[in-house]
């Protein structure tokens, strides 16, 4: 089992800058990928950006430009750069980690959500 514990959510106003972290309770594995999801009030949970132990990152189309993805494996680490944020209400962000073990099963583990709110 593997906890992922976020943080750094949290009100700020439009235009302002939110760097959220997780931090997963093991080392992250090459075949690790971690990720990031935004849930809306009312509307389903989607990924925002995803990245890859070695730093290979995507993103969502709608967030480009203005979310950056960013890990240290040394820490055990995904962050998640939140620039330029628009007014319009709440989300919660969770992070995920997902790979595959040495059988061959997959694994996904969430963190349990930071809520992030933007003021106008």
């Known amino acids: 089992q593997v906890q992922l514990v976020e943080s750094g959510g949290g009100l700020v106003q439009a235009g302002g800058s939110l760097r959220l972290s997780c931090a997963a309770s093991r080392s992250i594995f090459s075949n690790d990928v971690m990720g990031w999801y935004r849930q809306a009030p009312g509307k389903q949970r989607e990924k925002v950006a995803d990245i890859t132990s070695g730093g290979s990152a995507n993103y969502a189309d709608s967030v480009k430009g203005r979310l950056t993805i960013s890990r240290d494996n040394a820490k055990n680490t995904v962050y998640l750069q939140m620039n330029s944020l628009e007014p319009g209400g709440a989300a919660v962000y969770y992070c995920?980690?997902?790979?595959?073990?040495?059988?061959?099963?997959?694994?996904?583990?969430w963190g349990e959500g930071g809520q992030e709110t933007v003021s106008s």
């Open positions: 995920d980690l997902d790979g595959v073990d040495y059988s061959g099963k997959c694994y996904v583990y």
